[in-house]
């Protein structure tokens, strides 16, 4: 039943909604993803080697800059999607889900920049000074829909329990057993009391462990990445081509077989580029949104980047090293392996046993980054699902930081059940929650487009607070 409801879930009906989103906020910008290629760049990648980067500003005690925001971001993003994802999607649908892949994550930079602007433009502080921002915000204050505003609240701290801490916890765990032959219950004690400590520490200590974490795991695995595809470099080339060969020219134009490939290709692209990117899911409005010195269209832009470097940069970086060791398509339908399994074994066969140990740390920090990013966008989605319910039923300080520590509670519960359980289910279901998540947040995307605006030709951002 839980296998029936996630592919209803997540079938042609939300790729299709997911899309259109994407493709009208597309329109409306007129391709700002394309057109304005070097604004984008400057206000993100670029700010990094000047000064606006937001660390000397003076924030609020709950707020983060700009960098830590889209650390916090790509911490929640980048992770085992990169991996597993990145194989499983390979494994179903052949080369051509890559390019797919692609044109979900090209499309899916406006729905990010379209949300992460509608969550800053609505956002507000409430009465400790905190930010109560995200998709619920603009679905209660922009839509008049406390309804779905709560709705979305409730689904999203479901996936915080779920695919936030238990799946990846799972992983991490799993890494860690296979480097150092500990049992898991000795992992989860470990797990749990490191995510706990550094949540424990509230938004800044969250921020700040990101902000360190996300860009050396990543630098790390684009490294070695690197290593293998220079070793491999004759067949970077042909790689290409098996990817775009596969997504449009099928062998057989007229027969089924081809038509079905690309439909699998379709399907398994897309749905893991939107897997991995999250664009869409309204989850990068709730990351973006306790933001500091920065408009809706700065934070807009970060979140396209991270898009681009997520899907496009790491995970093209995981298919090539697989297309390249395993000789392509071919290879692939000889093969007995899957998901991180099937990573692994390709960074094994280039680099030898080292490589399996960097798979296995990279998924470690990846899910370990996850973590620790989930918790902080479960409590602002608390603090906005509190703020809902204050309206009819007032909250105190004291009951308000209860709640906080319940929810703290839950959460480490939820990573140490991760680390010791078998998560076939637990998987299906956060998936499921992760799906419905989107549904509230496209239709608040499509209502509330007018209120999007774009950065014009000279990169001005506009609404600075």
């Not at 009906?13 to 391709?31: A, E, K």
């Not at 491999?232 to 080339?237: A, G, M, Q, T, Y």
């Not at 920090?365 to 509190?386: E, K, N, P, S």
Request: hydrophobic fraction near 50%.
């Amino acid at each position: 039943m839980i296998h029936l409801i996630h592919s209803a879930v997540w079938g042609p009906l939300l790729l299709g909604l997911l899309l259109l989103t994407g493709g009208i906020l597309t329109v409306d910008s007129g391709g700002f993803q394309f057109r304005g290629i070097t604004v984008w760049w400057k206000v993100t990648v670029g700010s990094l080697f000047g000064r606006d980067t937001g660390g000397g500003e003076r924030r609020e005690e709950d707020s983060v800059n700009k960098f830590q925001a889209a650390c916090t971001a790509l911490a929640a993003t980048i992770g085992t999607g990169n991996i597993v994802g990145v194989a499983s999607a390979l494994t179903a649908g052949g080369p051509g889900a890559i390019f797919w892949m692609w044109v979900s994550a090209a499309i899916g930079m406006m729905t990010a920049y379209g949300e992460t602007c509608l969550g800053l433009l609505y956002r507000y502080r409430d009465g400790r000074g905190r930010w109560i921002c995200g998709p619920m915000v603009y679905l209660a204050r922009g839509l008049g829909s406390p309804g779905l505003s709560l709705t979305y609240g409730i689904l999203c701290l479901l996936a915080s329990l779920g695919m936030g801490s238990m799946v990846q916890s799972n992983a991490a765990a799993q890494t860690v057993c296979y480097l150092t032959g500990v049992k898991p219950v000795f992992c989860a004690v470990v797990i749990t009391g490191l995510t706990v400590f550094v949540a424990w520490g509230g938004t800044m200590r969250v921020a700040n462990v990101a902000e360190r974490l996300v860009p050396v795991s990543a630098a790390v695995y684009m490294i070695f990445s690197m290593a293998v595809l220079i070793k491999c470099h004759d067949r970077i080339l042909p790689a290409f081509e098996e990817i775009f060969s596969h997504a449009l020219m099928p062998r057989s134009v007229l027969g089924g077989a081809g038509g079905y490939g690309i439909a699998r290709s379709f399907r398994y692209g897309i749905a893991r580029g939107v897997f991995s990117n999250e664009a869409g899911l309204g989850s990068l409005a709730g990351l973006h949104g306790a933001t500091d010195g920065t408009t809706p269209q700065e934070q807009g832009m970060w979140a396209m980047f991270e898009v681009f470097f997520d899907t496009v940069v790491i995970c093209t970086m995981t298919a090539l090293v697989i297309l390249c060791v395993t000789g392509g398509s071919q290879g692939l339908a000889k093969g007995n392996y899957d998901g991180a399994v099937l990573t692994a074994h390709c960074f094994e066969a280039a680099l030898g046993p080292a490589g399996q140990y960097l798979v296995s740390c990279s998924m470690g920090g990846f899910a370990f980054a996850t973590m620790i990013a989930w918790y902080y966008l479960g409590r602002q989605t608390l603090d906005g699902v509190m703020a809902q319910m204050g309206q009819w039923i007032p909250l105190s300080e004291t009951a308000a930081a209860k709640i906080h520590a319940v929810y703290l509670i839950l959460y480490g519960y939820a990573v140490f059940l991760g680390c010791v359980s078998s998560l076939t289910a637990v998987w299906e279901l956060s998936d499921i929650w992760n799906g419905l998540m989107a549904f509230p947040n496209i239709f608040a995307l499509l209502l509330l487009r007018k209120n999007i605006q774009y950065p014009d030709r000279s990169g001005a951002c506009i609404w600075r607070e």
